[in-house]
């Protein structure tokens, strides 16, 4: 890493245009960029540099980016941002299945794409994997993982089991995109992992109780059809105050 770097990015696109683009943008931001060709010069490049953070394009010349992507998961947990333009509900369940931490669809903003790496790095900082914090927050809501307890302000939130249960798991991996399958079997079981409308319905009544505004959806991302994104923050440092009565 440079002087005066604040992360490497490797961007792994057959596309030269998109590279220099994606190069100049980063550059911008004070990343140092890395660039490979094809997945295998990718993968390469991955263990030789050690970036922070991977852009990858799926339509590779020499493998198809999903199975980079599986490479990439086996060797390291590297955050990974799918830009591609292969915009089918399958295939972005599949990279997200495969590790993926987020998928964006060309043409994209890049503004967008930057406050997307942006956050990526935040949560890297502070977690590897799903997150060892046990506090979090948003604004006025707190979670406490270690005591379940929820509060908004000062007004502790009272969640059913399975609503507890899927603002847990979506903790575990703040920031990142969860899938729908993923939610369903380890909340329901893996019987359940089609039953799509058992998770819409606790997601409507937790946003509810969570105070989430569901047209602006700041707090419980929804992407239709892959899956669901909670964005709070870990604070690992900190400690609740307030009522410490745990949730039934």
């Known amino acids: 890493m440079g002087n005066g770097s604040i992360g490497r990015i490797l961007v792994i696109d057959d596309e030269r245009q998109i590279r220099r683009f994606l190069r100049i943008s980063l550059a911008s931001q004070g990343f140092d960029v890395v660039e490979a060709e094809t997945g295998s010069e990718g993968l390469q490049k991955a263990v030789q540099c050690s970036p922070d953070l991977v852009l990858l394009d799926l339509g590779l010349p020499d493998l198809d980016g999903q199975e980079v992507l599986e490479a990439l998961r086996a060797q390291s947990g590297v955050p990974v941002i ?18 993926a931490n987020d998928y964006v669809t060309k043409p994209f903003g890049i503004q967008e794409l930057l406050a997307r790496v942006r956050r990526l790095l935040r949560f890297r900082a502070s977690q ?15 979670i406490d993982l270690n005591k379940r307890l929820v509060l908004r302000g000062d007004e502790k939130v009272h969640l059913t089991p399975k609503e507890y249960a899927l603002l847990e798991r979506l903790c575990r991996h703040a920031g990142r995109m969860v899938t729908q399958t993923q939610l369903l079997r380890e909340i329901w079981g893996p019987t359940h992992a089609d039953d799509i ?8 009544r937790l946003r509810t109780k969570l105070g989430d505004n569901i047209q602006s959806a700041h707090l419980l991302q929804t992407e239709a059809g892959v899956g669901y994104r909670l964005l709070v923050e870990p604070d690992e440092a900190g400690e609740t105050t307030a009522n410490t009565e745990r949730l039934s």
């Open 128 to 142: 590897s994997g799903e997150s060892l914090a046990m506090l979090f927050r948003q604004g006025s809501l707190t």
């Open 197 to 204: 409308h058992y998770l819409r319905v606790v997601v409507s």
């Open 82 to 99: 799918v830009v591609s333009v292969r915009e089918r509900e399958d295939e972005k369940v599949r990279a997200l299945d495969n590790g």
